[in-house]
């Protein structure tokens, strides 16, 4: 089973010839034993947290963007695993608010330095 969360090749997507890090210790979230793993380069260290028995799916996820002022920093835990939901096609059909109109590209461009 092939599992796609952000690229289809996380690992290319965030290690690069600058990216430090690796293992960092274990830590229980929600009474889970984890391995906590931390990365990071000049603009984002991200840390997870992985299960070190059962499902190795994440637990938590980190992500702290150090390159704006106060390095403010996403935080999310996952509890609930579901590698088996149906999703209907509909869910992912656009319907635009009854106000909604159309604008070009060019002119939201253009508009965007006022």
């Given at each position: 089973?092939?599992?796609?969360?952000?690229?289809?090749?996380?690992?290319?997507?965030?290690?690069?010839?600058?990216?430090?890090?690796?293992?960092?210790?274990?830590?229980?979230?929600?009474?889970?034993?984890?391995?906590?793993?931390?990365?990071?380069?000049?603009?984002?260290?991200?840390?997870?947290?992985?299960?070190?028995?059962?499902?190795?799916?994440?637990?938590?996820?980190?992500?702290?963007?150090q390159q704006i002022p106060g390095q403010p920093f996403s935080e999310m835990t996952f509890t609930s695993w579901n590698l088996a939901a149906e999703v209907a096609d509909e869910a992912f059909t656009f319907q635009p608010p009854q106000d909604f109109s159309r604008i070009a590209v060019e002119e939201f461009v253009a508009g965007a330095g006022t």
């Open positions: 089973m092939k599992l796609i969360v952000v690229y289809s090749a996380p690992y290319d997507a965030f290690i690069g010839s600058d990216t430090r890090g690796g293992f960092i210790g274990r830590e229980k979230i929600d009474g889970v034993e984890c391995a906590e793993l931390a990365y990071d380069d000049d603009f984002v260290e991200v840390r997870i947290w992985i299960p070190t028995s059962g499902e190795p799916l994440p637990r938590r996820l980190k992500i702290v963007y």
